[in-house]
């Protein structure tokens, strides 16, 4: 599997590309917030003749889901997440919590995911790992294959995503990143949604806040 990454609007977020041999691909959080970073994502697919199946989200915070607009208007395709996020406050809301003025949209869930789902492209299969607690409904998708976890801002490299936005409580993600992430095998690479990648046995060795 190939995995691409974009950091992309104001609070520099990871939107992941990943595709096979077969040409299938999935976006997870696509955060594109204009015309330049759309561009960049859109030119990748166009290059190298992907098929794109289908938009993830790990949970609905502004920065994740800004380019879900655009792939729905250039692709047609909606984005899939579980339904705890779907009270979710506006992306208008949100934003403008962070001084960041947007005026569109979310665009609705073609299909609520529930934990342990498989999601195939091509080849890949990804599994849903439910991993609340940064917000109520945050997935995270593993490839066991390839191993490595796209894990949104559950768990970043040493460290663990904020808890005190919308819905956010910190036993709760805590008990999930030890349950539920930090089980996975120690090689498994952890693709976060911002910064950069780690691996599960760093995290356990090292990680201040799961120690």
């Not at 999930?176 to 046995?201: E, Y």
Request: with cysteine; glycine share 6%.
């Amino acid at each position: 599997m190939q995995i691409k990454l974009f950091q992309v609007n104001p609070v520099c977020e990871n939107t992941y590309l990943l595709y096979d041999e077969t040409k299938e691909a999935v976006i997870i959080d696509c955060g594109a917030s204009n015309e330049i970073e759309n561009r960049k994502i859109q030119s990748l697919i166009d290059t190298n003749s992907l098929k794109l199946k289908y938009l993830l989200n790990t949970h609905l915070h502004f920065d994740h889901a800004l380019g879900n607009h655009f792939i729905y208007q250039t692709y047609g395709i909606k984005p899939q997440y579980h339904a705890a996020e779907a009270n979710m406050p506006s992306l208008a809301k949100q934003a403008a919590f962070f001084g960041i003025p947007i005026t569109y949209e979310p665009v609705t869930a073609d299909r609520f995911l529930n934990d342990n789902e498989e999601i195939r492209l091509g080849n890949t299969v990804l599994k849903t790992i439910f991993t609340p607690g940064h917000s109520p409904g945050s997935l995270s998708y593993y490839c066991a294959e390839d191993a490595c976890v796209f894990t949104g801002d559950a768990l970043f490299r040493l460290d663990i995503g904020r808890t005190d936005l919308w819905g956010g409580d910190e036993n709760t993600l805590i008990t999930a990143i030890k349950t539920r992430l930090l089980t996975l095998p120690p090689q498994t690479r952890i693709f976060p949604g911002h910064d950069g990648a780690s691996t599960v046995a760093d995290e356990i060795a090292k990680n201040p806040y799961i120690r």
